[in-house]
């Protein structure tokens, strides 16, 4: 998967999950720039991306995880494996 | 909605819900509204968020009181005005094991356990009955899971000191507690997880990111096992299963390979897997379930076929048995209109998929469960919980042979040519009383299950019930009807609130399975009599207008009363002067007095 793929995949998650067709993100994408996407949201949003993937963050990775740029790379480093 | 039906698509719901509830809002279904108090012991946004959906799509309209993180003892012992303005109709208490505040160690003796025990069970009873005396409402209590690891190993279940051994012990005394009180219900989460598989549910991740004591990919499974209880409570549960016979309660085509030749019983794996799953149907019938079928057969076939020496369901189990060659959405019409019952409290289940999908289409309403293969059948009907039991009343036990005794009613009435005489044949005896304690149950369980003939569709949980049986202000009565086909039980109920000489009507109420007997002359007779009592001079009536109660729209009118006001929604008001010398309107009843 390409990095370009796994963001369009992304987006459609991120658009079920907040039941809004307009949201796309970005690399520098972040909690604050999506109004709907609180620490409760997140929860759902992580567990959602997980399924879609086929893959589980770590705790480590979860508590770090900065933008949606740096939840791409996690996402590409699993998929390669 | 398919998606929100048993054995549903978890992620799905849990990525969807947002659409979900917004296409499930959108709907005027005519839902119930309902506020529950939710005190959690941990996270429970997600939980909430999910169990409001499958409410929704069960007909309640849910608004939630969501405790502080962790706050569930708190806001039940110290007081909360939020929480009382909020006023619930039901109170959810989240909690699990994660909350035990202190577990056995391996060196404690039986006392010092002993002493624990009772120190958390009386954490959890002072709470419930704080709850009980303040708010008057059903309260749901999860039970606990197990934990995720047994420091003893095996020995965890069977030594005192053991964790899993000192849950078994507290998760009894909770039975225990429930047992005794009517209105407190067990959350059973002990096997939803063990059901799940615990060491997915317990997922250490989920706690200690989020504080959730079970993973979120549960949550569906969990909101929806608590949806099926809340809406027992509040009378949203199923009537009656509707079955197909080929290939439903039996392996083969009767009609073609004859009765000899189906597959039940024990000579083959299929034949087992049937009679296994005829012996689960048949226990419906002891917790109040009413048993039909609905088959493309020559009834002499379908009744050949139920007669198999094998078979464990007889045509005596059955009410109706529709076997013939109409569509099945028909036979299914005329089962809800014979029994009286609305097409949502009816359970559909059928092998064929066409078949259910020409139900679904023809006879909304009903529920068409996808029931899988048979060796499935049992586990996706019994996980669906349409018939989830929150109490078993007598009335309960006996509701098939009580309809069925109705059916005979009917049969004798086409062979007289006079319907008094037909009545008069019945040889009915009627008790009318004001509310009595054993029949508080039942009479809370038809305020919220009556749907046709109820005037106000008003409900009342069972500790509103008996607040107004015991309110000086309210004038209480329930109807009891026999007569020499059987016992009809409670079938009446109508409750009136006294101010200065006039009585308001808040609720009249019948079962329609006595329709046109005089049950409700009977009534009327009874509160013109209490009213005199009273010193009451005048009996207000009120009708709202509901999709499902036109039947009794000009009830008022027949009683004698005469209509006050009417606005532009059709709500009407209706007032009776009490004469003088009243003359009694029930003729065929005989009532039983003290």
New interface residues.
């Given amino acids: 998967m390409t990095r370009e793929e796994v963001f369009a995949t992304l987006n459609g998650?991120f658009q079920?999950?907040?039941?809004d067709e307009s949201i796309t993100v970005g690399e520098g994408t972040t909690a604050d720039d999506i109004e709907d996407w609180d620490s409760?949201e997140h929860?759902?949003l992580i567990?959602?991306v997980e399924?879609e993937f086929g893959i589980k963050f770590s705790?480590g990775q979860?508590?770090t995880m900065k933008n949606v740029g740096e939840m791409a790379d996690i996402i590409m480093s699993q998929i390669k494996d | 909605m398919k998606e929100l039906e048993y054995p549903f698509d978890s992620d799905y719901i849990l990525k969807n819900a947002r659409k979900l509830k917004r296409i499930l809002s959108g709907q005027d279904i005519g839902r119930i509204k309902k506020k529950i108090a939710v005190l959690g012991g941990s996270t429970t946004h997600d939980i909430v968020r999910i169990l409001e959906i499958f409410l929704l799509h069960q007909g309640i309209e849910p608004e939630f009181y969501e405790s502080e993180y962790g706050q569930y003892f708190q806001d039940a012992m110290f007081g909360n005005p939020e929480l009382d303005a909020f006023a619930p109709d039901l109170i959810y208490i989240h909690t699990s094991s994660r909350n035990i505040a202190s577990y056995p160690a391996p060196g404690d003796n039986a006392e010092t356990v002993e002493a624990m025990l009772e120190e958390q069970y009386a954490h959890f009873s002072s709470m419930w009955d704080k709850l009980e005396g303040t708010y008057h409402c059903p309260v749901i209590q999860n039970n606990f899971e197990y934990p995720f690891y047994r420091l003893l190993g095996n020995r965890d279940a069977v030594g005192v000191n053991g964790r899993i051994r000192f849950l078994t012990r507290l998760n009894e005394r909770f039975y225990q507690h429930a047992e005794s009180h009517g209105n407190f219900y067990i959350h059973d989460i002990n096997y939803i997880s063990s059901a799940y598989g615990l060491d997915k549910w317990a997922d250490p991740f989920y706690w200690h990111m989020y504080k959730y004591c079970l993973c979120m990919q549960a949550i569906p499974e969990f909101s929806y096992n608590l949806c099926n209880m809340i809406k027992a409570v509040f009378g949203k549960n199923k009537k009656a299963l509707v079955l197909d016979l080929d290939n439903t309660l039996w392996g083969g085509i009767v009609g073609d390979d004859g009765a000899e030749n189906i597959e039940i019983g024990q000579e083959t794996s299929m034949g087992q897997v049937y009679a296994e799953f005829q012996a689960y149907i048949k226990e419906h019938k002891d917790i109040g379930v009413m048993l039909n079928v609905n088959s493309k057969n020559e009834e002499e076939n379908a009744l050949a076929g139920l007669n198999h020496p094998a078979g464990i369901l007889k045509p005596e189990d059955f009410i109706l048995i529709k076997a013939n060659w109409e569509p099945k959405s028909k036979n299914m019409a005329d089962i809800a209109a014979e029994l009286n019952i609305l097409p949502e409290s009816l359970v559909f289940v059928d092998d064929n998929p066409a078949e259910r999908e020409i139900v679904r289409m023809q006879f909304p309403g009903a529920a068409v469960p996808e029931i899988g293969r048979p060796e499935q059948y049992i586990h996706i009907l019994d996980r669906s919980g349409f018939f989830e039991v929150t109490s078993l009343s007598e009335d309960d036990k006996k509701r098939s042979d009580m309809y069925k005794a109705n059916l005979m009613r009917e049969k004798q009435q086409a062979g007289f040519a006079d319907y008094g005489e037909y009545l008069k044949s019945l040889k009915m005896k009627g008790i009318v009383r004001s509310f009595e304690p054993v029949y508080m149950a039942r009479i809370a369980q038809l305020t919220n299950k009556s749907n046709q003939f109820n005037l106000t569709t008003r409900r009342y949980t069972q500790s509103e019930i008996e607040q107004t049986a015991a309110s000086p202000d309210h004038i209480t009565l329930y109807g009891k009807l026999e007569d020499r086909f059987g016992d009809n039980g409670v079938v009446s109920v109508v409750i009136g609130e006294k101010k200065e000489k006039t009585l308001h009507i808040d609720l009249w109420i019948m079962s329609c399975r006595v329709l046109k007997r005089d049950m409700e002359y009977a009534m009327m007779d009874r509160l013109v009599e209490e009213c005199g009592k009273a010193g009451i001079a005048a009996i207000t009536g009120y009708y709202y207008p509901t999709a499902k109660n036109r039947m009794v729209e000009n009830f008022y009118g027949l009683q004698g009363f005469a209509k006050a006001e009417e606005d532009e929604n059709g709500n009407t008001v209706w007032v009776y002067d009490i004469p003088k010398h009243y003359e009694k309107k029930n003729r065929y009843i005989e009532i039983i007095e003290r």
């Fill in positions: 998650v079920d999950v907040f039941d409760l929860i759902n567990a959602a399924q705790m979860v508590v």
